[in-house]
């Protein structure tokens, strides 16, 4: 069956890095891509960026550009997020999906979540 | 960018009654449209896409219907698993596909 398992939660300070984690299994990683998606609290889902497992082609929410890096390590099937500069409202739960290489076509877009990773940022 | 605008904010109806939730995007995207269901402390669940059709698993009582700007999710007959925020999400805009604000269905 398949699975997005992320890492577990972070505090960290204003200015500081955290890097997230999100492996797979059960499905062919490669065949896939890996969408970030975050949510404050009390707040709405915010699409953070995809990146490709297959090439690591990546794209990013205007917002975050220069704050966010994805990757991917296909050794592992681990995508994972990193974010830069920290400040107190990138405090959120951040979340992993598994789409499509390209456009969402059908229902295997967004079809399964990682079970997400609370970030707080406080000093 | 996309916008949707999703209402009302929170919708309060008894089980058994039907509910129906509006998304309204700021420019068409076409039949590209999904529905998510999220209860607290869990991941958003997919619903519906390309606007009416269910995922694998989604009970019959779901629905979706529009297109170009205007999208309707319908529960038939309110169970009390149902209770819970609804989004909506366009995916016309590859791939940054933006979500709606969310409406929160509640018990009455």
């Known amino acids: 069956q398949v699975q997005l398992v992320q890492s577990g939660a972070e505090v960290k300070k204003p200015g500081a890095s955290v890097k997230v984690s999100c492996k797979a299994s059960g499905y062919t990683f490669t065949s896939y891509g890996i969408s970030w998606v975050r949510q404050a609290p009390g707040q709405g889902l915010e699409w953070m960026g995809w990146?490709?497992?297959?090439?690591?082609?990546?794209n990013y929410a205007q917002k975050l550009q220069g704050r966010v890096t994805m990757t991917t390590d296909t050794s592992t099937s681990t995508a994972y997020m990193e974010l830069r500069s920290l400040r107190s409202d990138d405090t959120a739960v951040y979340y992993c999906a598994r789409v499509e290489l390209g456009y969402c076509s059908g229902g295997s877009c967004y079809d399964y979540w990682g079970q997400g990773t609370l970030v707080t940022v406080s000093s | 960018e996309i916008v949707l605008t999703q209402s009302p904010a929170t919708l309060s109806l008894s089980p058994g009654e039907r509910a129906t939730l509006s998304c309204r995007a700021s420019q068409s995207v076409s039949s590209y449209l999904a529905w998510y269901q999220q209860k607290p402390g869990q991941a958003p669940r997919l619903l519906i896409y390309?606007?009416?059709n269910r995922a694998t698993g989604i009970p019959a009582r779901f629905s979706g219907s529009g297109s170009g700007t205007d999208f309707t999710l319908t529960i038939s007959s309110l169970e009390p698993e149902d209770f819970a925020v609804y989004y909506c999400?366009?995916?016309?805009?590859?791939?940054?596909?933006?979500f709606g604000q969310g409406t929160k269905l509640e018990i009455k």
């Open positions: 999400q366009q995916r016309s805009n590859w791939p940054e596909y933006t």
């Open positions: 990146i490709s497992a297959y090439n690591g082609n990546t």
């Open positions: 390309d606007a009416s």
